[in-house]
């Protein structure tokens, strides 16, 4: 319900402004002063309820469930998955406005939408998508230098979080508070360095890429395209059924509340005010370790060995016996389960609707649809997962491979790329809202023994 009236809204607000031309810098700042006005009273009349209990087994299981955090820009539902401002994925790729002949929506849209909680119009997405063409021109030659400085062994996610540091030279908020600007104008100096750096990312990580996996072949930059076209094709992909799939796949991976690590990371950094470069590379840091942004890969690779042992079409009590084995080895079944969904994930269901309808007779499709099948039942009978169903990085490795995007490294640099959009947006409400310094409490297991021992 509360999603229902939030879109209702959202649509009220978009009629009146269908003719809009304004800019996204324009648009969130005539926003902003509402949402203060807004979040203040919510503070005033609800400042002093309880969210809830703290349990001792939630303080050690990494506060797993802990509601303690404000995040604007999407919610996450055990049962209906991912909201993108109020919107579902149905509902985003269905709105969101999309590329000429395109059916997927463009990620500038998305952009968009989470920076005001607007549908954009057409015109507004290209008008962003021409200004982040104009922002990219701003990357300075010592950045460029140090990617072509890194060993071609280095992981990509560490070229890309150390490009990102070096970027931190152009950070406009940077040079505006050592000058002493107010701090009630500390936003749009991170408006700006953000949507510096979601212009930026493509141009870094496509040197990334190529320096590491095209002998440094770099390809050609083209501000025709979309921001989604043009990284590919700097990469060196021109099929636009590619370009339709990564369109897809940065929309839906830009945002996943605030709890996640990448997210989490990201804002934590920034409740310090460093500035939006410092912070997204807190957030890079965080996406590259296998229990977050690296599954994709150990997904894809846990899948191929399973197609290398038993075949491209294996039967059912094979691929259990996969499953079980890998269980009992100590190790997870990677790309099933999820924190907080206890449903197959929407973000899984959107790629094997593309994959469905794009590549449903690619062996590597068949067999994760297999799974799908067999995993759960697995699982369930394992009895140690709350939620047997597949996750959003179940899939999108499969896609990447079908599209000959075969370097399972740089998987999670694309996560990272999108995961940049959402986790700069919520920097940068959060620098409007005027949220503070984050600084937990801390207990000793010591202080826990006597405190509930007395």
Not at 185 to 190: D, R
Not at 384 to 401: F, I
Request: with cysteine.
């Amino acid at each position: 319900m509360i999603g229902r009236t939030f879109n209702f809204n959202l649509g009220r607000r978009l009629s009146a402004r269908c003719f809009s031309t304004k800019t996204l810098t324009q648009r969130v700042t005539e926003i902003v002063p509402q949402e203060q006005a807004r979040v203040k009273d919510i503070v005033k009349r609800h400042g002093g309820k309880k969210l809830g209990e703290v349990t001792v087994l939630q303080a050690f299981q990494g506060m797993r469930g802990v509601k303690s955090m404000i995040c604007e820009t999407s919610l996450l539902d055990e049962n209906e998955g991912i909201r993108f401002r109020g919107w579902s994925i149905p509902e985003c790729q269905e709105k969101l406005p999309k590329a000429d002949g395109g059916e997927e929506p463009l990620p500038e849209g998305m952009t968009w939408l989470l920076f005001t909680g607007e549908v954009p119009t057409a015109e507004e997405t290209a008008g962003l998508t021409q200004e982040l063409h104009a922002r990219a021109k701003g990357i300075p030659e010592h950045v460029n230098t140090l990617i072509d400085s890194f060993p071609k062994g280095m992981h990509p996610m560490t070229q890309f979080s150390s490009a990102v540091l070096a970027l931190q030279t152009e950070s406009k908020f940077a040079k505006a508070y050592q000058s002493g600007v107010h701090k009630t104008t500390y936003w749009q100096y991170y408006l700006d360095d953000s949507l510096d750096l979601i212009a930026r990312i493509p141009v870094v990580c496509a040197r990334i890429f190529n320096n590491t996996y095209r002998d440094g072949v770099q390809g050609t930059y083209d501000d025709s395209l979309d921001w989604s076209a043009n990284f590919c094709q700097m990469i060196g992909f021109n099929d636009p059924a590619f370009y339709e799939l990564m369109r897809l796949y940065f929309s839906i991976h830009t945002d996943h509340e605030g709890g996640n690590v990448s997210a989490h990371a990201t804002h934590l950094v920034g409740s310090a005010l460093s500035d939006p470069y410092l912070s997204f590379s807190a957030g890079l840091n965080g996406l590259a370790g296998p229990l977050h942004g690296l599954a994709n890969q150990e997904v894809l690779r846990w899948t191929m060995n399973m197609k290398n042992s038993l075949g491209a079409n294996p039967n059912a009590e094979d691929v259990k016996q996969f499953c079980w084995d890998t269980l009992n080895g100590g190790n997870v079944i990677p790309g099933f389960g999820h924190a907080v969904l206890r449903k197959t994930d929407p973000r899984y269901s959107c790629q094997r609707e593309f994959a469905l309808k794009h590549l449903p007779n690619d062996d590597l499709f068949k067999l994760v649809s297999f799974l799908y099948d067999v995993v759960p039942g697995v699982l369930t009978e394992h009895g140690k997962t709350k939620n047997p169903w597949p996750n959003v990085d179940a899939h999108s490795g499969v896609l990447l491979q079908h599209y000959d995007l075969t370097q399972e490294d740089f998987y999670t640099v694309l996560f990272g790329m999108s995961r940049g959009i959402g986790v700069l947006a919520q920097l940068v409400n959060s620098r409007y809202l005027g949220f503070s310094l984050e600084r937990p409490k801390s207990l000793t297991t010591e202080w826990i023994d006597k405190h509930f021992s007395d």
